[in-house]
């Protein structure tokens, strides 16, 4: 039952919900499979890096340097000097819980999708701005849904920067749902899609530990 949890502890911190979108993303923008392997392992090692950063006790640790692994994958098979970018907005992203860079995680997070869209069609893309504002106002939306989690700790999320002080639980994978639905649009795939996707979404999201 213990390996169970940790197994299902580990699965959750994966974030399946945002990886099924981020493919959808890298479809849209036409990625190369090379470029889409490139997405997704640099996305998997953000998260790993989030989460070695922040250490957060009800999370089981991944091993130690295995988000450095997924980066240098990620830039081998992504391939573009854009991974740059999408390396120092996920460095500064993670400083989140320090007052000075909290108000502007969810920039860095659109920061993030700019440069993965841009590597593909180009830095002056309106595809990669539109990339920014979608990835910006989810992760927003994020940031309100942990209003009070985020207060306790003495984080400086936008919502609370604007003094906000209860939480907007489904606001989140609403606008998770409202992405995904976009992306899948711009990429010409069949919309039924949007079923299991939004079945696995729903079926993941709580798996993560928060």
């Known amino acids: 039952m213990l390996k169970q949890s940790r197994l299902l502890n580990l699965f959750g911190q994966i974030r399946i919900y945002s990886l099924v979108d981020l493919i959808i993303f890298s479809i849209a923008i036409n990625s190369t499979r090379y470029q889409l392997a490139g997405i997704v392992l640099l996305h998997l090692g953000f998260l790993l890096f989030l989460e070695y950063t922040h250490k957060h006790e009800f ?125 899948l649009y711009l990429s010409g795939l069949p919309l039924f899609w949007l079923i299991p996707i939004f079945a696995i979404q729903i079926g993941s999201y709580n798996l993560t530990p928060r």
């Open 59 to 183: 999370r089981v640790a991944f091993p130690k340097y295995l988000w450095a692994v997924l980066f240098v994958a990620g830039v081998v098979f992504y391939h573009n000097i854009a991974a740059a970018g999408f390396l120092a907005c996920s460095y500064f992203y993670v400083k989140k819980n320090l007052p000075k860079f909290g108000p502007y995680a969810p920039f860095l997070r659109g920061g993030q999708y700019y440069f993965l869209a841009a590597g593909v069609v180009g830095f002056l893309n309106p595809l990669a701005f539109f990339a920014f504002v979608l990835a910006t106002v989810r992760n927003f939306a994020g940031d309100l849904r942990d209003v009070v989690k985020d207060r306790k700790n003495g984080l400086r999320t936008p919502p609370i920067v604007f003094g906000l002080e209860r939480d907007f639980k489904h606001i989140h994978l609403i606008t998770l749902f409202c992405t995904s639905a976009v992306w």
